[in-house]
């Protein structure tokens, strides 16, 4: 009977520490994405995308072909 109990007690410790390793696991997962959804919206308010780029730089050679219209206007006079 003493190699019955000795059995339980190995066993029992050693699904107690696989269900501790398993729930460490899982808490660190839990952190990991935590700071994967903080770093993707880091990196969101800190880069511009490249549609808003684009529109953008449109934008400003407007205004420099404007500009340039208006000193060429100028240089005739």
Known sequence: MEMDAL???G???GFGFI??????QHDELGRVRIL???TREGIAREY???S???QVLSQIMIKF???EEKI???MER
């Open 19 to 24: 269900v501790w390793w398993a729930k460490a």
């Open 11 to 13: 066993l029992t410790a």
């Open 48 to 50: 511009v995308s490249k």
């Open 52 to 54: 808003d780029s684009s």
């Open 72 to 74: 060429d206007r100028l």
């Open 65 to 67: 072909d404007r500009i």
């Open 36 to 38: 994967l959804n903080k």
């Open 7 to 9: 059995w339980n007690v």
